[in-house]
């Protein structure tokens, strides 16, 4: 049996290891429009950060982060898959608390879209760039391919956000909602 202090270490750990992988995201998406001589495409032009690009973006970031939230509640209720995948993040990320959830939401909203929707979108295309993200979350068993599938179907979703506002801001906004309510769960939700 684990003590707290293992499982604190373990959390700590984790953290430690996912502000090094993000961190690297965020560094790979600097070097590829670095090398692609488009910076711009990374953070866009001043002029497409206007207010009303902003908001929009937003607002569908908001839309696609309720959709998903939802769907993913109805396939943890009604799917064996959902589950599965549920306690396998269990088992790999411990007894996390809400700081470390929205630390974990904030790293990766950050470092996947700057590297996939901000680096990757205007250079590879919206096909290929999804097709990326979806393979980045190639699961760990077979039987959790539909988490793979989604990430495909999300992560094209939030490409369209992307180029529809001309920002990152309406993906970062989906992108960290979904994760943190998700992971959210991981607290409140008891072992199945």
């Not at 373990?10 to 965020?26: D, E, P, R, T």
């Not at 959790?144 to 495909?152: H, N």
Request: hydrophobic share 50%.
């Amino acid at each position: 049996m684990q003590s707290p202090n293992d499982s604190q270490h373990q959390n700590h750990s984790f953290i430690k290891i996912a502000v090094l992988f993000y961190g690297a995201c965020g560094l790979v998406a600097l070097i590829w429009s670095w090398i692609t001589a488009s910076p711009r495409n990374l953070f866009y032009s001043s002029s497409k950060l206007l207010p009303g690009n902003m908001l929009f973006g937003s607002l569908l970031g908001i839309i696609l982060a309720l959709g998903s939230i939802s769907t993913s509640h109805l396939c943890l209720r009604y799917t064996h898959w959902a589950s599965q995948l549920f306690r396998w993040f269990k088992t790999v990320l411990g007894n996390i608390n809400y700081h470390e959830v929205l630390v974990l939401a904030l790293l990766s909203s950050g470092g996947e879209e700057l590297l996939f929707r901000g680096a990757m979108l205007h250079t590879l295309g919206l096909e290929w760039t999804s097709i990326l993200f979806c393979l980045a979350h190639f699961p760990p068993r077979w039987a959790l391919l539909p988490w793979t599938i989604s990430a495909g179907v999300i992560g094209t979703l939030l490409g369209i956000i992307t180029l529809k506002s001309e920002n990152l801001f309406g993906a970062m906004i989906a992108h960290f909602l979904i994760n943190w309510w998700n992971l959210r769960l991981l607290i409140k939700r008891p072992n199945d």
